[in-house]
Structure formats: structure tokens, C-alpha cells
T-cell receptor, first 110, second 113 residues
Framework: EAQVTQNPRYLITVTGKKLTVTCSQN?????MSWYRQDPGLGLRQIYY???????DKGDVPEGYKVSRKEKRNFPLILESPSPNQTSLYFC?????????FGPGTRLTVT | GENVEQHPSTLSVQEGDSAVIKCTYS??????FPWYKQELGKRPQLIID?????GEKKDQRIAVTLNKTAKHFSLHITETQPEDSAVYFC????????????FGTGTKLQVIP
């Protein structure tokens, strides 16, 4: 079964405490992406990756880092989270231009 | 960069009526336009997409039309059912859906039984 998984699903943290949200896909897709979803703003792309070691900025990359050391994993790193990064985060994996989204990670930064 | 505007932000229709959601985009180089449905508490899922070499595409009760000259595309849902209630997002991409993808802000559709 095609799957995109994210962990954790829910996270409450404090300002400045580094965190990583993991994303994994079992479909051998080359292209993966991270989005944040905020009320009234829709889905905004943070970073995307076209293959191992190939990443690029989306529309809202500030305050985030990513890495793509292996094809199946694409973690999102917040080095110093701030309250304005409180959001719902989705990882997506793409084949044939169709994006398969993960279940989402709800992050709260206090 | 690309900018996608989506209207309306909310839409209520009676069951059985049609619903239309409209999006405009700014970059004439965009060539791939997907539509996603997101039910409450769930992940977005692709429901239909269209490429710039096609003017219209249908899949049962849903259809998408594209006007490249005017740079707008629309989602049409006919014979709406309560299970169509969800948030719908349009999106545009220059690279056929790979690399950068810009989403609209979403339309909350409510189908009243």
C-alpha cells in the first residue's frame, strides 16, 4: 500500500527548542515536498526536493531546513522554532505530478 | 512568482444543485492545474487535474475547465451530495506538478441536504 508517513502527528514545544518532523514514503518517489497550512492562507510550500541531495526553496522557507540523504526520507527541521511557526504541516510525495500527502503534523510553539 | 487567487472562500448549495469554484493564476508559464479536496481533519487528496494543452476534463460529476488566455480555471461539481462537503483547493505549477506548486486559499463547500 502506497504510504506517506509523518511523525510526530502532534507536537507542543517552546520557543527556541530545535525539533525535527520526519516524513517517509514507501513509493520510491523522487519528488517530495513540505507545506504548511494556515486558516485563510491555504497550503504554502516550504521546501521541495527533486531527488537525493537536491532541494530547493518554496514560497515560505524562512526558519526551516530540510535534508534528503535517502530517497524515502525528507525531514523538516526547525532550528529555533517561534510562535509564528505554529501550523499544520504536510509532507507530500509526487508521482506523475499527483501529490500524495501525509496525515499532517500539528505543531504548536509557545 | 506565481500567485493563485481562489473564489469564493465559502459556498453553500442545496443537495442536487451545481457548485462552481474559480481560480486565477498570474504566471502564463504555468502548465499544470490540479484540484484537491480536503475533508475535515484529513489530508488533501487529488480529485482532478488539467494540463495546459487541454481545455476541459471530466470525471463523473466533476469537471475542470481552463482558459489560458484569461489565465483562469474552474471546478464544476454537478448533482452535489452531502459527501461533497469539504474544502477544495486549486493549484498551479510551471513544471507540470513538480518543483514549485502554488495553492489557492481554499473554498469551503457546504452541501445542504
Amino acid at each position: 500500500e502506497a504510504q506517506v508517513t509523518q511523525n510526530p502527528r502532534y507536537l507542543i514545544t517552546v520557543t527556541g527548542k530545535k525539533l525535527t518532523v520526519t516524513c517517509s514514503q514507501n513509493m520510491n518517489h523522487e519528488y517530495m515536498s513540505w507545506y504548511r497550512q494556515d486558516p485563510g492562507l491555504g497550503l504554502r510550500q516550504i521546501y521541495y526536493s527533486m531527488n537525493v541531495e537536491v532541494t530547493d526553496k518554496g514560497d515560505v522557507p524562512e526558519g526551516y531546513k530540510v535534508s534528503r540523504k535517502e530517497k524515502r526520507n525528507f525531514p523538516l527541521i526547525l532550528e529555533s522554532p517561534s510562535p509564528n511557526q505554529t501550523s499544520l504541516y504536510f509532507c507530500a510525495s509526487t508521482v506523475g505530478a499527483e501529490q500524495y500527502f501525509g496525515p499532517g503534523t500539528r505543531l504548536t510553539v509557545t | 512568482g506565481e500567485n493563485v487567487e481562489q473564489h469564493p472562500s465559502t459556498l453553500s448549495v442545496q443537495e442536487g444543485d451545481s457548485a462552481v469554484i474559480k481560480c486565477t493564476y498570474s504566471d502564463s508559464a504555468s502548465n499544470y492545474f490540479p484540484w484537491y479536496k480536503q475533508e475535515l481533519g484529513k489530508r488533501p487528496q487529488l480529485i482532478i487535474d488539467i494540463r495546459s494543452n487541454v481545455g476541459e476534463k471530466k470525471d463523473q460529476r466533476i469537471a475542470v475547465t481552463l482558459n489560458k488566455t484569461a489565465k483562469h480555471f474552474s471546478l464544476h461539481i454537478t448533482e452535489t451530495q452531502p459527501e461533497d462537503s469539504a474544502v477544495y483547493f486549486c493549484a498551479a505549477s510551471i513544471h507540470g506538478g513538480y518543483q514549485k506548486v502554488t495553492f489557492g486559499t481554499g473554498t469551503k463547500l457546504q452541501v445542504i441536504p
